[in-house]
């Protein structure tokens, strides 16, 4: 699966950006989504995932904030980001999932995008 990421960019603290990650491929391999975030000298961490039936879960850092979905006539998957933080800021990448399980730990994904920035800051 080719995933591609857009949408991020320069916000003030407070704001909101909806990214997007195109798939395309053999997307039927995949059972499962997520959008994961990596700040400079830190570990890559699972922001969301969602799964085939549209079962979600969030890190409890952006529990309320953010809000994970597909569009399955399109194979694209959408991040909404709202209430911003700079705590937020950091490459953001959508990754796939070949197996069932509804997970957010980098190590399970089997393909993943580029990545796209997402700055917070005033």
């Known amino acids: 699966v080719h995933l591609e990421e857009s949408g991020g960019g320069l916000v003030q603290p407070g704001g909101s950006l909806r990214l997007s990650c195109a798939a395309s491929g053999d997307t039927s391999k995949s059972h499962c989504m997520g959008w994961f975030r990596q700040a400079p000298g830190k570990e890559r961490e699972g922001v969301a995932a969602?799964?085939?039936?549209?079962?979600?879960m969030y890190a409890d850092s952006v529990e309320g904030r953010f809000t994970i979905s597909q569009d399955s006539a399109t194979n694209t998957l959408y991040l909404e980001m709202n209430s911003l933080k700079p705590e937020d800021t950091g490459m953001y990448y959508c990754a796939s999932k070949n197996y069932f399980g509804l997970t957010r730990h980098p190590q399970l994904y089997n393909d993943w995008g580029q990545g796209t920035q997402v700055t917070v800051s005033s």
């Open positions: 969602i799964d085939r039936f549209d079962s979600t």
